[in-house]
């Protein structure tokens, strides 16, 4: 297999070690890929300067916005998904068999881009409250995309619902015997288990197993639970902490901390926004997945970030570090402070940067300018705020 950036379930990675290029850069341009699969997994893992100098702490990042197919996390969900399908004869490449799912967006855009890559159609329902950015990507891939009106999981219309539903029509109704194949990320084991098999082994090495803790938002669970499976259960490290970062408004935090989603004040169903009542995208949920499910009981804390402290780190890293990310980072790097403030000086915590700034330069970086923090210089109140004295 001569793939460059080939992950564990994939292929073993090429060693060149003789014929490295003499560049000051530390990566290898390497050799051809196996297609756009085999620039998927093996992200690098970055060290936040800026972060690790605030907090007396080490705080790593693992690049995920650096899959090369559809430029997050799940690109490796949405290969292992495609290939488990295939397996059980679910997907037949080249038939016309289409591939239908219930997106915020990234899960979405990898399936259509694998879809495209390996002779399948995609047909993806989002709710229309999420960046356009996504889905004018997703119809510029060639995916069929149904923006529908939020409503809740109990609703046959809830965009994971419809999605279902559509695949079922798909088969039912097939004049050339094509199938409709409901990826069904929120509840599928393929999800958790493409990061016991990459996602959690890949941080295991880049760190040499030195790692004190890892933090992550949940949007299926399926990072955070497969993760925290790998570390814990198969690398066998008792004491890495696992904790769930989480926006505003998302009812795991109540759920991890309190053993409920709602606040009593609150009533189940009565939220107008199927995710959550934050401007994050992609993390936060109202409901427990079989993806975090599987995880729950592995997990030590969770922190919650406002929005405000969102826009605050997202500029903070755009500024300090050069790196533009998207909301779900953000909470990721805000939370990661936090729990990095609860352990000793030196602690070494992992975190994941999600997706580019470019997904959403229309809601959420829009915000950002206009609440001001475009000019911002020292985030003095929100250094305090995670808990920097
Ligand atoms: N960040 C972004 C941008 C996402 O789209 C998602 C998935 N919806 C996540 C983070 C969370 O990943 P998971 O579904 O594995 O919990």
Redesign the pocket.
Same mark, same amino acid.
Do not use: F, M, W, Y
């Given at each position: 297999n001569d793939r460059r950036r080939s992950s564990f379930f994939w292929g073993a990675p090429v060693k060149l070690e003789d014929h490295e290029p003499k560049s000051s850069t530390s990566r290898s341009a390497g050799i051809a890929t196996n297609g756009i699969e085999g620039c998927i997994g093996n992200t690098p893992l970055i060290e936040i300067q800026s972060l690790s100098e605030a907090t007396g702490r080490i705080i790593l990042a693992k690049a995920e916005f650096l899959n090369g197919a559809g430029n %997050?996390?799940?690109d490796r &969900?949405a290969l292992n998904m495609i290939l488990e399908a295939e397996k059980q004869g679910l997907l037949t490449p080249h038939q016309g068999d289409t591939i239908y799912e219930g @997106? &915020? *967006? %990234? @899960?979405g855009i990898s399936l259509a881009t694998l879809a495209r890559a390996k002779g399948y159609k995609a047909h993806i329902c989002m709710p229309d409250d999420q960046a356009f950015e996504k889905s004018d990507l997703l119809i510029h891939l060639g995916a069929t995309v149904e923006r529908v009106p939020v409503a809740p999981i109990t609703s046959p219309d809830h965009f994971v619902n419809l999605a279902r539903r559509r695949a079922i029509e798909h088969t039912r109704f097939s004049e050339d015997g094509s199938k409709g194949f409901f990826a069904n990320?929120f509840e599928t084991e393929s999800?958790w288990q493409a990061?016991v098999v990459s996602t959690g082994p890949e941080i295991y090495q880049q760190t040499d197993g030195n790692l004190d803790a890892f933090v $992550? *938002? $949940? *949007? @299926?669970? *399926?990072? !955070?639970s497969g993760v925290a499976r790998y570390l814990k259960l198969e690398a066998k490290m008792k004491n890495v902490k696992v904790i769930l970062a989480d926006p505003q408004g998302s009812g795991l935090y109540n759920k991890i901390k309190h053993g409920v989603m709602y606040s009593p004040t609150e009533k189940e169903g009565t939220r107008r926004r199927q995710q959550v009542d934050s401007m994050v995208? #992609? !993390?936060g949920i109202n409901r427990i997945t079989n993806?975090f499910e599987v995880g729950r009981d592995l997990l030590d804390d969770a922190v919650k970030v406002t929005d405000e402290q969102a826009c605050r780190m997202a500029r903070w890293l755009v500024e300090n570090d050069g790196i533009f990310v #998207?909301s779900? %980072?953000s909470v990721n790097c805000a939370a990661a402070v936090m729990a990095a403030m609860k352990l000793p000086p030196g602690s070494r915590v992992v975190t994941?940067l999600?997706?580019s700034g470019t997904?959403h330069l229309s809601k959420f970086w829009k915000n950002i300018k206009e609440m001001g923090l475009e000019e911002e210089g020292e985030p003095t109140d929100l250094f305090a705020e995670l808990g920097i004295s």
């Open positions: %997050s996390p799940k &969900v @997106t &915020v *967006g %990234s @899960t990320q999800n990061h $992550a *938002g $949940a *949007g @299926t669970g *399926g990072t !955070i995208e #992609g !993390i993806n #998207g779900s %980072s994941l999600c997706d997904r």
